[in-house]
């Protein structure tokens, strides 16, 4: 609404028919802490609170902003998203998950993204459908994790109204004495079915994960797609394979005459028994090369089970981005730039988008704190570390506590002994001082390392330092510690 | 062809066939010259053989830190052109210290692998791109099959493979005395460094072995460490002293 939204604390509710009757379809927080809820008479609402705003709900607008939330999720986190309306979406993040660091780290994501760009969220992640709507809607503040297996116990203490059934229904049962979703599981289930038909046993069954339930992935004319219908399911990998390569020369026809690369691609195979297997690869750069994309989405066929079959292939691309013709380097003098992006490609869809980097200087004079990490495609920055003192090829981890016998307060050691072997300095620089970054912790202000680089008798050189100035103590505890090794 | 005279031409065109049955187009392989007489005119072809797989190890202690043949690695990644892919083992490479050996932090893709069956199923994957200036895996295990995937990996795209081999214990290092389809193997061990005039530590010294040498043989060499652009040298008292000089000594206080 703009800045023609009413303050915050100002009491909300959007108002819609039902029926004849005009009642509350959704209410804010301050609404809700008046005691107004949805389902409330339209006038009994005014009455309560004075002063409330009262605007008309749009539930097709709301149907449609739900969709483009969904297509949001579809894109950054799984491939399999639906709308879940009126008011959630829901997300299959098998498999999804531990690319964001495990379903708790996605959860928190999820609902921190949402809530930057101002929605009041909760998120609930359970083996089913049913049992993750009823969570994050009545126990996810904000967000839940069930672990697998738990799911039919987590439900059971939630009301009647968390099993997705129709309103009505819920108010009959209260009135036969049902409270909790346990209430009726301990029920013989004929007579229930018998008296209010078999939607009520499939919600239950949904929610307990009795039952599966299929996600209609959300659409959207906006992404572009091939689609390979079988008259006979497909199983074996070679015809998988080749059904790939010719849903990408399809789709990369599409994406040429849009003039976009993908960035992302999903493959979803629907099998036989209603289950979906989906492959997701995802590119450093927009790519419409259909070689590339045959090959980065055949490297993974071994993880599609193709169970008794698959009877549908999709190939989408969830995010494309513009790909212009570029004209190559073609002066005598410069030299090309080989492009490894095929091969980054290849290899982060292996091992993961964490696991390939390049290192990049950081201006800090505290070794571990030197290197930073920065994506393999990254734009390329000059300079290096600076070169005036040699560093060691190998730098341990954490630092291990060595004996020595030293002078104090500058002088190298005269032997140390690491990992139980005594070693004679036979040859030694230093020392390097390196003082703590006190603008990162407080405790860092008088911290002092000083650090030698030394030679044993073998010619073998090591990089110790001893922690605080060989004088002042509060600069550091005077021990001494080995932290890398020369070549 | 006639094979019935045993004239030189008809054994050169046989010789040439077989080569290319090998998979060696070009009678001439291109090599990167280490700039050192010595070495060059020990090596078949004059130089280290490019498109082909290398192996280095650390000698004493250096089979577990790996320390010396990483640098030795880097010294001859940084002398080629184009990225590089590193497939680091345990991910305690220090990324100035390979900068120092000249290869440039902006050329180096590292890529932590996880286990040594990916390591080297990614070192194929770079060393098959063709577009990289060099590819080196950290690997402890290298199989005579692993290794001679890598080597037809490197000979038909040409580009330079090395693995480092390192080992969690002293006794498993025994592992580098069994075959592998590598063209040469190396063993780098520290020596003490240079003698300076004045109290600090010299440029480092390596005793460089060269174990094994396909169509060539073993020889040990006495080098210098890496320099600024990844070069060895020979050490200024063997050959002539004049180099002694530019590595400078360093101040004790910094």
């Known amino acids: 609404m703009g800045d023609a939204a009413p303050l915050a604390e100002t009491p909300l509710v959007l108002i819609g028919r039902h029926g004849r009757r005009r009642v509350v379809l959704a209410a804010d927080h301050a609404a809700e802490k008046a005691g107004l809820h949805v389902g409330m008479p339209a006038t009994k609402a005014q009455a309560l609170v004075p002063g409330l705003v009262m605007m008309d709900g749009d539930p097709a607008a709301?149907?449609?902003?739900?969709?483009?939330?969904?297509?949001?999720?579809?894109?950054?986190?799984?491939?399999?998203?639906?709308?879940?309306?009126?008011?959630?979406?829901?997300?299959d993040a098998t498999g999804a998950a531990h690319l964001h660091g495990g379903e708790e780290a996605m959860l928190g994501h999820l609902l921190s993204r949402l809530s930057s760009s101002g929605f009041l969220a909760t998120a609930a992640m359970a083996d089913t459908w049913g049992a993750a709507h009823a969570l994050a809607r009545y126990v996810a503040r904000p967000s839940l994790v069930v672990p697998a297996g738990k799911s039919a116990e987590a439900v059971a203490g939630l009301p009647l109204a968390s099993l997705r059934l129709p309103g009505e229904t819920v108010a009959e049962l209260r009135r036969l004495g049902f409270k909790s979703v346990k209430d009726l599981l301990d029920q013989p289930r004929a007579p229930l079915v018998l008296r209010f038909g078999s939607d009520l046993g499939r919600r239950l069954d949904q929610a307990t994960g009795a039952q599966r339930e299929?996600?209609?992935?959300?659409?959207?004319?906006?992404?572009?797609?091939?689609?390979?219908?079988?008259?006979?399911?497909?199983?074996?990998?070679?015809?998988?394979?080749?059904?790939?390569?010719?849903?990408?020369?399809?789709?990369?026809?599409?994406?040429?005459?849009?003039?976009?690369g993908?960035?992302?691609?999903?493959?979803?195979?629907h099998r036989?028994?209603?289950r979906i297997e989906v492959v997701r690869v995802g590119m450093a750069?927009?790519?419409?090369?259909?070689?590339?994309?045959?090959?980065?989405?055949?490297?993974?066929?071994?993880?599609?089970?193709?169970?008794?079959?698959?009877?549908?292939?999709?190939?989408?691309?969830?995010?494309?981005?513009?790909?212009?013709?570029?004209?190559?380097?073609?002066?005598?003098?410069q030299e090309t730039e080989a492009d490894v992006s095929s091969l980054v490609d290849v290899l982060v869809n292996r091992v993961g988008e964490r696991r390939i980097y390049r290192l990049e200087p950081v201006a800090s004079d505290v070794p571990e704190r030197s290197v930073k990490?920065?994506?393999?495609?990254?734009?390329?920055?000059e300079g290096d570390w600076p070169t005036s003192w040699p560093?060691?090829?190998?730098?341990?981890?954490?630092?291990?506590?060595?004996?020595?016998?030293?002078?104090?307060?500058?002088?190298?050691?005269?032997?140390?002994t690491w990992r139980g072997v005594r070693r004679r300095v036979a040859r030694a620089d230093g020392p390097e001082r390196v003082f703590g970054e006190w603008w990162k912790?407080?405790?860092?202000?008088?911290?002092?390392?000083?650090?030698?680089?030394?030679?044993?008798?073998?010619?073998?050189?090591?990089?110790?330092?001893?922690?605080?100035?060989?004088?002042?103590?509060?600069?550091?505890?005077?021990?001494?510690?080995?932290?890398?090794?020369?070549? | 062809m006639s094979i019935t005279s045993a004239n030189p031409t008809a054994i050169d065109t046989l010789r040439d066939k077989i080569r290319r049955i090998e998979g060696h187009d070009s009678p001439q392989r291109p090599v990167l010259p280490f700039g050192i007489s010595a070495i060059d005119n020990w090596l078949p072809g004059g130089g280290l053989a490019l498109g082909a797989l290398h192996e280095v190890a650390g000698g004493g202690n250096g089979a577990i830190d790996g320390a010396a043949a990483a640098l030795f690695a880097a010294g001859i990644a940084a002398r080629t052109k184009g990225p590089v892919l590193w497939c680091v083992g345990r991910p305690d490479l220090f990324a100035p210290a390979i900068a120092q050996a000249g290869l440039k932090s902006s050329r180096v893709i590292y890529m932590e692998a996880g286990d040594e069956k990916t390591t080297l199923a990614c070192l194929e994957e770079g060393l098959r791109h063709g577009g990289l200036g060099a590819a080196i895996a950290d690997v402890s295990k290298l199989t005579m099959t692993a290794s001679r995937r890598l080597q037809l990996a490197a000979e038909t795209a040409g580009t330079v493979g090395i693995v480092v081999r390192r080992w969690r214990r002293q006794a498993e290092a025994a592992d580098f005395g069994q075959p592998t389809a590598a063209v040469t193997r190396w063993r780098v061990s520290a020596l003490p460094s240079a003698p300076l005039p004045v109290p600090g530590v010299g440029r480092a010294r390596w005793h460089l072995e060269l174990l094994r040498c396909r169509a060539g043989s073993s020889a040990d060499f006495y080098v210098e460490a890496c320099d600024a652009k990844g070069r060895l040298a020979l050490f200024a008292d063997l050959a002539d002293r004049s180099g002694a000089a530019e590595d400078g000594r360093r101040s004790a206080t910094g």
Request: some cysteine.
């Open chain 1, 62 to 91: 709301d149907e449609d902003a739900l969709e483009r939330l969904a297509i949001w999720a579809l894109k950054n986190y799984s491939p399999i998203v639906a709308a879940d309306p009126p008011d959630g979406i829901v997300i």
């Open chain 1, 214 to 260: 299929l996600i209609e992935r959300v659409r959207s004319p906006e992404l572009v797609e091939a689609k390979q219908v079988f008259a006979e399911p497909i199983g074996a990998p070679e015809t998988i394979a080749k059904y790939v390569g010719k849903l990408v020369v399809i789709l990369c026809q599409a994406l040429e005459q849009q003039a976009l």
């Open chain 1, 262 to 269: 993908a960035r992302r691609l999903d493959l979803l195979c």
């Open chain 1, 272 to 274: 036989v028994d209603n």
């Open chain 1, 285 to 333: 750069t927009p790519v419409r090369d259909v070689k590339r994309l045959t090959r980065l989405l055949t490297d993974k066929i071994e993880t599609i089970d193709p169970g008794f079959g698959i009877e549908i292939m999709i190939l989408v691309a969830v995010v494309a981005e513009p790909l212009e013709p570029k004209q190559r380097i073609s002066s005598l003098v």
């Open chain 1, 373 to 381: 990490r920065v994506a393999p495609l990254a734009p390329k920055t």
């Open chain 1, 391 to 416: 560093r060691p090829a190998r730098l341990l981890a954490n630092p291990e506590l060595i004996e020595t016998l030293a002078l104090l307060p500058d002088h190298p050691p005269v032997w140390f």
């Open chain 1, 441 to 487: 912790a407080d405790p860092e202000l008088e911290a002092v390392r000083d650090y030698f680089q030394v030679e044993d008798e073998n010619g073998e050189r090591y990089w110790i330092y001893r922690a605080g100035d060989g004088v002042d103590p509060a600069t550091g505890s005077h021990r001494w510690f080995l932290h890398g090794i020369y070549a």
